[in-house]
């Protein structure tokens, strides 16, 4: 399974210097972790790659006054919601309100996230766990 699929050519190079082609879900937390300890010293301050920083060094959540905080796993109803309490009717495709199956697996995020999770030992949930435990409280996940 290739989990820098995606990814930035030069990002896949750093992590294959460390790892090889070796790209386990185990390697990649670990590639995590080891990079957040170099470029994440403060919970003010991180250099990370933009897709794996943890959120809440990006937004001002603390600092602004959201009347609505959406989430992917309930955009459907989010999204309705929205537009209740805005007043305002926005178009929608049932394209945009995919969001309970993973597109590559055809299973659910939340099955192929345990599936993922299964795969790491208590010390790397742990760590992993603490590198975005801000993120998880704020976004009220467990």
């Known amino acids: 399974e290739k989990i820098l699929n995606n990814a930035n050519p030069r990002m896949v190079e750093d992590f294959r210097i460390q790892y090889g082609k ?14 957040s300890q170099v470029n994440c010293r403060t919970n003010f301050e991180c250099g990370l790659d933009t897709h794996w920083i ?16 959406g989430r992917l796993e309930n955009f459907e109803e ?3 919601f929205i537009q209740q309490i805005s007043g305002i009717k926005l178009e929608k495709t049932e394209e945009t309100i995919k969001t309970k199956v993973n597109q590559n697996k055809g299973e659910s995020t939340e ?3 345990k599936t993922y999770f299964r795969q790491l ?13 801000i993120d998880l409280e704020m976004f009220e996940y467990n």
Not at 122 to 129: E, P, T
């Open 78 to 80: 989010d999204f309705r």
């Open 111 to 113: 099955s192929l996230a």
């Open 54 to 69: 943890p959120y809440h060094f990006n937004c001002g959540f603390c600092d602004t006054s959201y009347t609505v905080v």
């Open 22 to 35: 070796n790209e386990t879900f185990t390697n990649f937390v670990q590639w995590i972790l080891d990079m």
């Open 121 to 133: 030992d208590r010390d790397l949930f742990h760590r992993i766990h603490e590198l975005y435990k």
